[in-house]
């Protein structure tokens, strides 16, 4: 079936009929969906309906219930099950939602292949946006050989009325509030214009008194963290919300959740919320027509344009929906222009009109009609070939050869593709057998198969992080001796993750900032800094040793090659900068994106988790990895606390998606554990902040020394006052490993405070200078970090 319906008309119920009736025959049903939350999302409902012990999840980061009767996994996992078991995988139906990603030109490649290979199982095809679904019609009937049922119907349960406003934004969404048709999603494509947008309208009465009384209420103690969390707040208790991808998923759920309470009347964001997340809206306003592709700026597609349209009107919500298309800035300014010039053909000549600011794409009503008219684009084919796709392939029982052809001769690619793909397969082909991971047979084998791999390949092979056994291997090359083990064990785990954009972008902008101040006191000139400025990038521990490992690694493992390594230091950096989450944000000016820098810290604690043995493990990275985990947990436990369930095996608590009310209290009193709770990650957040403050004394940094105590009586004149008699003795501070080793810090726990030394590291050895202070145990609890208040500096004395 491909179900090809509006948003709200039903299509999850379909989904679950589907479900049921494959389990009643005793059959499997996958359902894939294209990001980790909205998997989750389907996990829990699911669970609800058909109870923990029919359901199961499978997203690459940890699996529950794997042999349960309904899978929810991302269309990557389905799609390496499909390669390694072929036809004969144990599955009877597959439930694909969101199918418009099988266009997408990464990952696409996904979407394709379970409707290649599974060619016993009954497929449910389902989006709003699919556009001309003839071929997959037909390929469905030949492949299965069951007839295809296409549902289409351009007639939403809740119509939508369609406008082109040409006021300001902000009189735009005055007019709607006042004329009740919030809540209103105001859409952007940059994060930076959705906050902006938000702030500018926290002048607005957005909501009544009582209102905000039940918004407070319903908060109650959710903790906000410094810098956008305390922005968000006083947004959200304003009736005003914000959503998207950089947001810290605690942030994103709470915003969700007030707005599915109907407290939220305005929620400014990206099109984040136009990916399956159900949400009452009852107003979009689009407040452009272009977005910034990551390679150029464009027009939006239909396709892009109708899914997030669709946000707009829900069924049992509203009894119709709208959608506003802002015109642009120079447009309304021509016809603020025009209306002066009036009907004078003279005045109106003499009209200067505005064009585009440079850098855009222009549009205007005539674009607005087009898209509000067109249909969805036709999908087109995103295949790719792999090592780890013929591996699979290769792996599983019966003709490789066959199965290859049937891969690479009936896809969806034109025939021009089709041929490079059986370039590429052969190329690799060859250099597996070169390598002997592969070996050709003389004769089929008692599995039919007509070569094999040499190797074993573990269970989840391609299925969680694709380098995580050359990390493994790469692990091996370390001296467990050395000072810097532990962070070099976590420089090869960083450097098979996934690269943070906007974190490497920071890291590398200061780089050369500090590169340049530097080649000015040098002397050198600007053409002949500019020209050095090219090789300063983000920091990159252990890249050469890294790329000679993963070179010799590829020779017996070439299917590693499918995948870049990244050497990068994001963890490593925060670790050794001696910061907070929060300060660590603030530095690199990453308020916009820290659910993003936490979502790499939390892949970072997993990855070091799962694939550093304990044999692997000294006390400094053991230190290391409770300090990770525990850093990410108190920022927000949600990225860790199912995982560590499901890891475990533990059932995971349901969400209350009937009652975002009652969800909205739960969310806002669920904390994490005391973070002194966990004493050795808590004694590594104590050794950091003390730590902080002797490399800002090393640089001489009185100011921000200053900032950091002077709730504790120490401004920046007494630090700098009290260094003084330790730099007439000593030149320097040094900030080396032994500085930072637990052997210069003295702590003795008491049950309320901790008294903490930090002696300083002198050139001389002498050890004569030290820092004291106090660690408020309470205060930590609910800060969810170490309290500080520095009580001393200066000669050590006897404890």
Request: glycine letters at 6%.
């Given at each position: 079936?491909?179900?090809?319906?509006?948003?709200?008309?039903?299509k999850s119920l379909v989904?679950?009929?589907?479900?049921?009736?494959?389990?009643a025959?005793?059959?499997?049903?996958?359902?894939?969906?294209p990001?980790?939350?909205?998997?989750?999302?389907?996990?829990?409902?699911?669970t609800?309906?058909?109870?923990a012990?029919?359901?199961?999840?499978?997203?690459g980061?940890a699996?529950v219930?794997?042999?349960?009767?309904?899978?929810?996994?991302?269309?990557?996992?389905?799609?390496n099950?499909?390669?390694?078991?072929?036809?004969?995988?144990r599955?009877a139906?597959v439930?694909?939602?969101e199918?418009?990603?099988?266009a997408?030109?990464?990952?696409?490649?996904?979407?394709?292949?379970?409707?290649?290979e599974?060619?016993?199982a009954?497929?449910?095809?389902?989006?709003?946006?699919l556009g001309?679904?003839t071929?997959?019609e037909?390929?469905l009937?030949?492949?299965?050989?069951?007839p295809?049922?296409?549902?289409?119907?351009?007639?939403r349960?809740?119509?939508?009325?369609?406008?082109?406003?040409?006021?300001p934004?902000h009189?735009?969404i005055?007019?709607r509030?006042?004329?009740?048709?919030?809540?209103i999603?105001v859409?952007h494509?940059s994060?930076?214009?959705?906050i902006?947008q938000?702030?500018?309208?926290?002048?607005?009465?957005?909501?009544?008194?009582?209102?905000?009384d039940?918004?407070?209420?319903?908060i109650?103690?959710?903790?906000?963290a410094?810098?956008?969390g305390k922005?968000?707040?006083?947004?959200?208790?304003?009736g005003?919300?914000v959503?998207h991808?950089g947001?810290?998923?605690?942030?994103r759920?709470?915003?969700?959740?007030l707005?599915?309470?109907?407290?939220?009347?305005i929620?400014c964001?990206?099109?984040?919320?136009?990916?399956?997340?159900?949400?009452?809206?009852?107003?979009?306003?689009?407040t452009?027509l272009s977005?910034?592709?990551?390679?150029?700026?464009?027009?939006?597609?239909?396709?892009e344009?109708?899914q997030?349209?669709?946000?707009?009107?829900r069924?049992?919500?509203?009894?119709?929906?709208?959608?506003?298309?802002?015109a642009?800035?120079?447009?309304?300014?021509?016809l603020k222009?025009?209306?002066?010039?009036?009907?004078?053909?003279?005045?109106?000549r003499?009209v200067?009109?505005?064009?585009p600011?440079?850098?855009?794409?222009?549009?205007g009503?005539?674009?607005?009609?087009?898209?509000?008219?067109a249909?969805?684009?036709?999908?087109?084919?995103?295949?790719?070939v792999?090592?780890?796709?013929?591996?699979?392939?290769?792996?599983?029982?019966g003709n490789?050869?066959?199965a290859m052809?049937?891969?690479?001769?009936d896809n969806?690619e034109?025939?021009?593709?089709?041929?490079?793909?059986?370039?590429?397969a052969?190329?690799i082909y060859r250099?597996l057998l070169?390598?002997?991971?592969v070996?050709?047979?003389?004769?089929?084998d008692?599995?039919?198969r007509l070569?094999?791999?040499?190797?074993?390949l573990?269970?989840?092979?391609?299925?969680?992080?694709?380098?995580?056994p050359?990390?493994l291997?790469?692990?091996?090359?370390l001296?467990q001796?050395?000072?810097?083990?532990?962070?070099?064990?976590?420089s090869?785990?960083?450097?098979?993750?996934?690269?943070?954009?906007?974190?490497?972008?920071?890291?590398?902008s200061?780089?050369?900032?500090?590169?340049?101040?530097?080649m000015k006191?040098?002397?050198?000139?600007?053409?002949?800094?500019?020209?050095?400025?090219?090789?300063v990038?983000?920091p990159?521990?252990?890249?050469?040793?890294l790329?000679?490992?993963y070179?010799?690694?590829?020779?017996s493992?070439?299917?590693?090659?499918?995948?870049?390594?990244?050497?990068?230091?994001v963890?490593?950096?925060?670790?050794?900068?001696?910061m907070t989450?929060?300060?660590?944000?603030?530095?690199?000016?990453?308020?916009?994106?820290?659910?993003?820098v936490?979502?790499?810290?939390?892949?970072a604690?997993?990855?070091?988790?799962?694939?550093?043995?304990?044999?692997?493990?000294?006390?400094?990275l053991?230190?290391?990895?409770?300090?990770?985990?525990?850093?990410?947990?108190?920022?927000?436990?949600?990225?860790?606390?199912?995982?560590?369930?499901?890891?475990?095996?533990?059932s995971v608590?349901?969400r209350?998606?009937?009652?975002?009310e009652?969800e909205?209290?739960?969310?806002?009193?669920?904390?994490?554990?005391?973070?002194?709770t966990?004493?050795?990650?808590?004694?590594?957040l104590?050794?950091?902040?003390?730590f902080r403050?002797?490399?800002l004394?090393?640089?001489r940094?009185?100011y921000?020394?200053?900032?950091?105590?002077?709730?504790s009586?120490?401004?920046?004149?007494?630090?700098?006052?009290?260094?003084?008699d330790y730099?007439?003795?000593?030149t320097?501070i040094?900030?080396?490993?032994?500085?930072?080793?637990p052997?210069?810090l003295?702590?003795?726990?008491?049950?309320?405070t901790?008294?903490?030394?930090q002696i300083?590291?002198?050139?001389?050895?002498?050890h004569d200078?030290?820092?004291t202070?106090?660690?408020d145990?309470?205060?930590?609890?609910?800060?969810g970090?170490?309290?500080i208040?520095?009580?001393?500096?200066?000669r050590?004395?006897?404890?």
């Open positions: 079936m491909i179900l090809a319906t509006p948003t709200g008309s039903g989904a679950t009929g589907l479900e049921y009736a494959t389990a025959q005793g059959g499997r049903t996958f359902y894939t969906a990001i980790k939350a909205l998997v989750s999302e389907k996990f829990f409902a699911a609800e309906i058909f109870g012990e029919r359901v199961g999840m499978m997203t980061d699996s219930n794997a042999d349960a009767d309904i899978i929810c996994c991302t269309a990557e996992v389905l799609a099950l499909a390669l390694r078991q072929g036809p004969e995988a599955i139906s439930v694909m939602d199918f418009h990603f099988y997408e030109p990464d990952r696409g490649w996904a979407w394709q292949v379970p409707l290649l599974l060619r016993d009954q497929f449910l095809l389902m989006s709003a946006t001309d679904v071929r997959f037909r390929d009937t030949r492949r299965t050989g069951r295809t049922a296409v549902i289409t119907s351009a007639e349960p809740v119509p939508l009325h369609y406008e082109w406003v040409t006021t934004v009189e735009t005055e007019e509030l006042a004329t009740h048709q919030a809540p999603y859409v494509f994060r930076a214009a959705a902006e938000a702030q500018a309208l926290n002048s607005l009465r957005v909501c009544t008194r009582e209102e905000k039940q918004i407070a209420d319903l109650g103690n959710f903790r906000f410094a810098g956008f922005v968000l707040s006083r947004l959200v208790r304003n005003i919300g959503h991808a947001m810290l998923p605690k942030y759920r709470l915003v969700e959740l707005a599915q309470a109907g407290l939220l009347k929620i964001g990206t099109d984040t919320l136009g990916v399956g997340i159900n949400v009452p809206i009852r107003t979009v306003l689009f452009s977005k910034y592709d990551g390679v150029k700026p464009r027009l939006l597609t239909a396709r344009f109708h997030i349209a669709g946000r707009a009107g069924a049992g919500y509203d009894s119709s929906g709208t959608v506003l298309v802002q642009p800035d120079h447009v309304v300014a021509n222009a025009l209306a002066k010039a009036g009907d004078d053909p003279k005045k109106r003499k200067v009109r505005k064009k600011p440079e850098g855009t794409v222009g549009y009503e005539p674009t607005y009609e087009r898209l509000i008219s249909p969805p684009e036709p999908l087109e084919s995103s295949f790719a792999t090592h780890a796709m013929i591996i699979n392939v290769i792996s599983r029982p490789c050869w066959t052809e049937q891969l690479l001769t969806d034109p025939p021009k593709r089709r041929r490079k793909h059986v370039h590429d052969l190329t250099g070169q390598t002997g991971v070996e050709r047979l003389d004769r089929p008692d599995q039919g070569a094999r791999l040499t190797v074993d573990q269970a989840d092979f391609a299925l969680n992080q694709p380098l995580s050359f990390a291997a790469a692990v091996d090359l001296d001796q050395s000072e810097t083990y532990h962070l070099d064990a976590l090869v785990i960083e450097s098979i993750l996934e690269n943070p954009r906007p974190v490497l972008s920071a890291q590398r200061i780089a050369r900032g500090e590169a340049v101040e530097a006191r040098e002397g050198l000139d600007y053409e002949e800094r500019m020209e050095l400025l090219e090789d990038t983000y990159q521990p252990l890249a050469e040793l790329e000679v490992g070179r010799a690694y590829a020779r493992h070439p299917w590693v090659l499918d995948h870049e390594l990244a050497p990068k230091s963890a490593r950096d925060l670790f050794e900068r001696s989450f929060t300060e660590y944000v603030a530095f690199y000016r990453l308020a916009r994106a820290e659910g993003l936490l979502r790499y810290l939390a892949d604690y997993k990855a070091l988790r799962q694939t550093v043995p304990e044999t692997k493990r000294t006390e400094a053991e230190d290391l990895i409770a300090w990770l985990g525990e850093l990410v947990r108190q920022v927000d436990s949600s990225l860790l606390d199912e995982w560590e369930k499901l890891r475990q095996g533990d608590p349901l209350g998606v009937a009652d975002p009652a909205l209290v739960a969310e806002a009193d669920r904390r994490p554990p005391a973070v002194t966990n004493v050795r990650a808590f004694t590594v104590v050794r950091n902040a003390l403050r002797v490399e004394a090393a640089r940094n009185w921000e020394l200053g900032e950091l105590d002077r709730e009586g120490w401004n920046t004149a007494r630090w700098e006052s009290a260094m003084v730099f007439a003795e000593h320097t040094q900030t080396g490993a032994n500085a930072r080793g052997a210069l003295i702590i003795d726990r008491q049950p309320a901790w008294q903490v030394r300083l590291d002198d050139p001389e050895g002498d200078y030290s820092l202070a106090e660690v145990l309470a205060a930590s609890d609910e800060a970090e170490a309290v208040r520095l009580t001393g500096v200066g050590t004395a006897s404890w």
